[in-house]
């Protein structure tokens, strides 16, 4: 059973830092591929970056741009975002996903999400 729940999240004015995390209470968690979206409102959920089982390779999206960095602790059975530099334009519910296969790039791929943690940057 994997279930994941997202925390991190919260109003930073532009030029800031916030960590997401991303905790998974299964059992199987170094097993699986783990990647962060977003998703604004009236848009499509939209990929931020992916990480394998290992965390030795990564995949971010176009926009990210180096102020993001995904990581993980397999013994913590979490998964991060360090998100730098933030922009008005960040600001959306990110979700993180989990699935077997690395990486997986579109929402329709992941086979499990969290409920989300809302991010908010102020110009």
């Known amino acids: 059973q994997v279930q994941l729940v997202e925390s991190g999240g919260g109003l930073v004015q532009a030029g800031g830092s916030l960590r997401l995390s991303c905790v998974d209470s299964?059992?199987?968690?170094?097993?699986?591929?783990m990647s962060w979206f977003r998703q604004c409102p009236g848009k499509e959920r939209e990929f931020v970056a992916a990480?394998?089982?290992?965390?030795?390779?990564?995949y971010y999206g176009d926009f990210v741009k180096g102020r993001f960095t995904i990581s993980r602790d397999n013994a913590k059975n979490t998964v991060y975002l360090q998100m730098n530099t933030l922009k008005p334009e960040d600001t959306a519910v990110y979700y993180c996903?989990?699935?077997?296969?690395?990486?997986?790039?579109?929402?329709?791929?992941?086979?499990?999400w969290g409920q989300g943690t809302q991010v908010t940057v102020s110009a």
């Open positions: 299964g059992r199987f968690f170094s097993r699986l591929a």
């Open positions: 990480i394998d089982w290992s965390g030795d390779n990564t």
């Open positions: 996903g989990a699935t077997v296969v690395y990486p997986v790039v579109i929402p329709e791929g992941q086979d499990y």
